[in-house]
């Protein structure tokens, strides 16, 4: 996929309470692979909020989009231009 162009968005809330064991584990998965190009959310309720900011989601998130590799940093950069 990530050949043909697509980029692979992962939901931060999915790592948390509020998703299935499998669902955090292919999460998990796609990230330690590198396959990942965004972290994303389309917020729906203020649990999904709660569970974005946790300090464990909050670490685990930044681990992985501090590496570069995803177009979280670059999004940021430009809305501060």
Known sequence: MKELGFILQVNPVITGRLATKNAAQAARYLLNEGLVGLVGTDLHHGRHLSAFQSQKNLTLFNKYVS????INQTLLSENRK
């Open 67 to 70: 590496n570069n590799k995803m």
